[in-house]
Every structure is written in C-alpha cells, then in structure tokens.
Antibody, heavy 121, light 108 residues
Framework: EVQLLESGGGLVQPGGSLRLSCGAS????????MSWVRQAPGKGPERVSG????????YYADSVKGRFTVSRDNSNNALFLQMSTLRVDDTAVYYC??????????????WGRGTLVTVSS | EIVLTQSPGTLSLSPGERVTLSCRAS???????LAWYQQKPGQAPRLLIY???SRATGIPDKFSGSGSGTDFTLTINTLEPEDFAVYYC?????????FGQGTKLEIK
C-alpha cells in the first residue's frame, strides 16, 4: 500500500527543538522529491521545506529558513525535519507529502495523516 | 509570491446540486500549474486535480477543473454527502508554492 506515516510531534516550549520523521512505503522513495507542508488551525496549507530525491537539493520557506533542516534516508525510506528555535507561530499539523516528480514544478500527490506540533509555554 | 484567493469562503448546498468553486491568482500561474485538493475534518488533503484540468488517479469524473492565467475553477457535479469538505487550490508554477485559504462546502 502506498502511504506516508509521520511521527515526532508534540508539545514544546518556545525556543525548543523537535524532530519529525516520516516513513514511506509502496513507491520507489528515492525517485521522488519530498516535502513538509504545515497547516495552522483554520488556515490553508503552507509548504515549509522540500528535498530532492537524492537529497542534494533542498528548499525552505523564508519563515523557517535557518531554523529547520530537512533530510532523508533513502536506504530506509524515511524523511526527517529537524526543527529548532521553535516559535508559537510554528504551531500546526505537519504533513509529509510526496512530490509528483523529482524536479521541476510539482504538486503533492500523496500526503500522510500529519503530526501535531504545539509550541506553547 | 502568488496569492491565491478562493471564493466564497463557505457555501451551503444540498446533496444533488452542482457547484463551481473559484480560485483567483494575484499573478498569472505558469503553464497552468494549478492543483485542487479536498480535505475532510481530521484528514490530510487529497489531490483531486493537477495541471488545472487533469484528474488525479481514482478521482471520479464528477470533479472537473478548468481555467488558465489568473482564473481557475473546480466544478463538482451532483453533490453527495461525502463531497462536503474544504477545497484548496494550490499553485506550483512559481516559488514559493502557495495555497488558497480554502472554500468550505457545507450541507444546507
């Protein structure tokens, strides 16, 4: 079955760190770019980070640049998001998403169920 | 950054009706790189349409997309109870990729 499963969310204080993981199955993981997309309560989605199939190219939204780091382990079909210096406005459900291809303009054709990150004191 | 504006914010309709949702971009969307997603409460978004008018795998033909440039629409024929959800448009032609704020379809 083609699926993505996130883990690692939780409650963290402002300034803290958290590492999200995403396990993939049912497709050739290394052939596709992957992204992290977050959705704050009552808001539309926002792509915060992406990584190419081989891991050599990455993308970060301005809102997280310098604080978040995306990585992947193709041998274990896993995607990661290391989040540091977390802020209250980082509170959201974080989704792991499969890009439609490895390069060029791409949409998201598969999403995980999401993991909730709450930043609060 | 391309801003996507969806209208209306909420629509109240009855099962069996036909609906057209609007998504307007602040600048032209390159090569019609516009997608639509459906999201039900507590679930992840599901891809419906990509390339403005191509249906994703497994999506029934009651869903159709159209448009180009700055104006795009999603049409849903013969609404069924499972179609009542939030719909988002998404442009992936220019970085940063952006999403609309969503249109909620609710049962009248």
């Amino acid at each position: 079955e083609v699926q993505l499963l996130e883990s690692g969310g939780g409650l963290v204080q402002p300034g803290g760190s958290l590492r999200l993981s995403c396990g993939a199955s049912g497709f050739t993981f290394s052939n596709f770019a992957m992204s992290w997309v977050r959705q704050a309560p009552g808001k539309g989605p926002e792509r915060v980070s992406g990584i190419s199939g081989g891991g050599g190219a990455t993308y970060y939204a301005d809102s997280v640049k310098g604080r978040f780091t995306v990585s992947r382990d193709n041998s274990n079909n896993a995607l990661f998001l290391q989040m540091s210096t977390l802020r209250v406005d980082d509170t959201a459900v974080y989704y792991c998403a499969k890009d439609s291809k490895n390069w060029g303009s791409r949409y998201f054709d598969l999403w995980g169920r999401g993991t909730l990150v709450t930043v609060s004191s | 950054e391309i801003v996507l504006t969806q209208s209306p914010g909420t629509l109240s309709l009855s099962p069996g009706e036909r609906v057209t949702l609007s998504c307007r971009a602040s600048q032209s969307v390159s090569s019609s790189y516009l997608a639509w997603y459906q999201q039900k409460p507590g679930q992840a978004p599901r891809l419906l349409i990509y390339g403005a008018s191509s249906r994703a795998t497994g999506i029934p033909d009651k869903f159709s997309g159209s448009g180009s440039g700055t104006d795009f629409t999603l049409t849903i024929n013969t609404l069924e109870p499972e179609d009542f959800a939030v719909y988002y448009c998404h442009q992936y032609g220019s970085s940063p990729y952006t999403f609309g704020q969503g249109t909620k379809l609710e049962i009248k």
